[in-house]
T-cell receptor, first 114, second 119 residues
Framework: DIVMTQSPDSLAVSLGERATINCKSS????????????LAWYQQRPGQPPKLLIY???TRESGVPDRFSGSGSGTDFTLTINSLQAEDVAVYYC??????????FGQGTKLEIK | QVQLQESGPGLVKPSETLSLTCTVS?????????WGWIRQPPGKGLEWIGS???????YYNPSLKIRVTISVDMSKNQFSLKLSSVTAADTAVYYC????????????WSQGTLVTVSS
């Protein structure tokens, strides 16, 4: 099983500042045959289902603001939110789909406004 | 637009079987994609339960495998979850989702339904 570990568990960032969330997988999620990282990021607001933000580690889903960006490769990944807005308050999850359709999620990172 | 909606009891007794159905609209299950169930205990993170392909091939979380059955009914454009021998630890919001046929990532999710296990 691929275990996903996020850090930090929670963070508080001022409006307009940058938020950075890290995700580490217990084994590589980089598929050598196509050079793609099978890593996604989700945003979950209270009372809502998760919303897909980024897939292939760095490709934004249609309609996702460009202040959200993903980076990393292999086992270490980062979600960056620039110019934090009030509506960005949520829990963020990374997910590996290297073993698709069997996948696993990180434990989540709660983002709040400082 | 793909939409998914769960249905089923919101309260299940301990040791009984939890049953949920996900009805898909805006997309035919028979067109492809994997269809999955994910759950989230109150205040906790997401746990993948299992997935099914339109052909009927199933994949289950090893930690739940002995208790889980997922099936598909293409005539009704639905897929279903059965989780047997439930305990309070199975109390959670249950989501159904579609995996994108292009990326393999769950891209459309249901709103979620809370299932409470209690006598």
């Amino acid at each position: 099983d691929i275990v996903m570990t996020q850090s930090p568990d929670s963070l508080a960032v001022s409006l307009g500042e940058r938020a950075t969330i890290n995700c580490k997988s217990s084994q590589t999620v980089l598929y050598s045959s196509n050079n793609k990282n099978y890593l996604a990021w989700y945003q979950q607001r209270p009372g809502q289902p998760p919303k897909l933000l980024i897939y292939w580690a760095s490709t934004r889903e249609s309609g996702v603001p460009d202040r959200f960006s993903g980076s990393g490769s292999g086992t270490d990944f980062t979600l960056t939110i620039n110019s934090l807005q009030a509506e960005d308050v949520a829990v963020y999850y990374c997910q590996q789909y290297y073993s698709t359709p069997m996948y696993s999620f990180g434990q989540g990172t709660k983002l709040e406004i400082k | 637009q793909v939409q998914l909606q769960e249905s089923g009891p919101g309260l299940v007794k301990p040791s009984e079987t939890l049953s949920l159905t996900c009805t898909v609209s805006g997309y035919s299950i028979s067109s492809g994609s994997y269809w999955g169930w994910i759950r989230q205990p109150p205040g906790k993170g997401l746990e993948w339960i299992g997935s099914i392909y339109h052909s009927g091939s199933t994949y289950y979380n090893p930690s739940l495998k002995i208790r889980v059955t997922i099936s598909v009914d293409m005539s009704k454009n639905q897929f279903s979850l059965k989780l047997s021998s439930v305990t309070a630890a199975d109390t959670a919001v249950y989501y159904c989702a579609r995996d994108s046929a292009v990326t393999g990532v769950p891209d459309f999710w249901s709103q979620g339904t809370l299932v409470t296990v209690s006598s």
